[in-house]
T-cell receptor, first 118, second 113 residues
Framework: GENVEQHPSTLSVQEGDSAVIKCTYS??????FPWYKQELGKGPQLIID?????GEKKDQRIAVTLNKTAKHFSLHITETQPEDSAVYFC?????????????????FGTGTRLQVTL | NAGVTQTPKFQVLKTGQSMTLQCAQD?????MYWYRQDPGMGLRLIYY???????DKGEVPNGYNVSRLNKREFSLRLESAAPSQTSVYFC????????????FGPGTRLTVL
């Protein structure tokens, strides 16, 4: 099955700086890569996702890049703000027709706790 | 729309007790999921239901059972709780299975003594 590794486990940046979180995956069949943000006491919420037919996607201060050859993808947050402080999770799965095998399930990384200091 | 709702929010059990965690979604989603979240281990899939009437095991199904009661509701049952099941449990739903956005509930914090 898929294995997703995420680094770093904790990240502290000053307000206004950029933050980068990196993930690697093992299953070459994976082609959907979402990123979730989890605030304290809440469930994770999707903030951006990328599919394997594109190398980069941007949404305001957030961007995700994907390198399928190297099997890694990264989340980039620019001009960080205190409200960006949260735990971020990457995930991977093969997209497409559902099957009951393990390959079609979303596999999460272990999370990165981002702290943005004033 | 309330999205995904979970009950209860907190629960303390003694070893050997049983309980059912309830989950409901009002987004007319086909697929539903149960995850557990433990420190340093991210989210791990316990069971999922690709569509109404089907359920399947995830990564860590031992000690749990599920019921897809109807399209809206997906419950998780612990028949004989163990301290190793102390965790935060999240229910999620998605329009379709596979690579589609999953919407998560607020979680249930379960402690087994």
């Amino acid at each position: 099955g898929e294995n997703v590794e995420q680094h770093p486990s904790t990240l502290s940046v000053q307000e206004g700086d950029s933050a980068v979180i990196k993930c690697t995956y093992s299953d070459s069949a994976s082609n959907y890569f979402p990123w979730y943000k989890q605030e304290l006491g809440k469930g994770p919420q999707l903030i951006i996702d990328i599919r394997s037919n594109v190398g980069e996607k941007k949404d305001q201060r957030i961007a995700v890049t994907l390198n399928k050859t190297a099997k890694h993808f990264s989340l980039h947050i620019t001009e960080t703000q205190p409200e960006d402080s949260a735990v971020y999770f990457c995930a991977a799965t093969p997209r497409g027709v559902w099957n009951t095998g393990t390959a079609s399930k979303l596999t999460f990384g272990t999370g990165t706790r981002l702290q943005v200091t004033l | 729309n309330a999205g995904v709702t979970q009950t209860p929010k907190f629960q303390v059990l003694k070893t050997g007790q049983s309980m059912t965690l309830q989950c409901a979604q009002d987004m007319n989603h086909n697929s539903m999921y149960w995850y557990r979240q433990d420190p340093g281990m991210g989210l791990r899939l316990i069971y999922y239901s690709a569509s109404e009437g089907t359920t399947d095991k995830g990564e860590v199904p031992n000690g749990y059972n599920v019921s897809r009661l109807n399209k809206r509701e997906f419950s998780l049952r612990l028949e004989s709780a163990a301290p190793s099941q102390t965790s935060v449990y999240f229910c999620a739903s998605s329009r379709l299975a596979g690579g589609n956005e999953q919407f998560f509930g607020p979680g249930t914090r379960l402690t087994v003594l």
